[in-house]
Nanobody
Framework: VQLQASGGGSVQSGGFLHLSCAASGDWFSVHAMGWYRQAPGKQRELVAEITNGRSANYADSVKGRLIISRNNAENTVSLQMNSLKPEDTAVYFC???????????????WGQGTQVTVSS
């Protein structure tokens, strides 16, 4: 299973960015897909995730500004990031919870990080 992320970059405060991630490989099912972030000196934290039933969960700090979406047929997840703040600056990681077989437990897979920098 591989996750390929794209997007990110540098914007000024109040700007917007769009992150995308595509999953490829062989599996039984993909449960949750989403995004985590890690700022320098801090632990990795959940930003937003969405299940294959399209139930979404957001960190309180991003509610109302970031929107996660998913295409189950294409195995992609996207994050529209609006009204960005300097505190959103971090490396963003795509994540997927994958069942490789009907009998296997859920396994975590991560994409390469993509840098998001928001300047004030």
């Amino acid at each position: 299973v591989q996750l390929q992320a794209s997007g990110g970059g540098s914007v000024q405060s109040g700007g917007f960015l769009h992150l995308s991630c595509a999953a490829s490989g062989d599996w039984f099912s993909v449960h949750a897909m989403g995004w985590y972030r890690q700022a320098p000196g801090k632990q990795r934290e959940l930003v937003a995730e969405i299940t294959n039933g399209r139930s979404a969960n957001y960190a309180d700090s991003v509610k109302g500004r970031l929107i996660i979406s998913r295409n189950n047929a294409e195995n992609t997840v996207s994050l529209q990031m609006n009204s960005l703040k300097p505190e959103d600056t971090a490396v963003y990681f795509c994540h997927a919870g994958v069942y490789l077989t009907f009998y296997s437990g859920e396994r975590d897979y991560w994409g390469q990080g993509t840098q998001v920098t928001v300047s004030s």
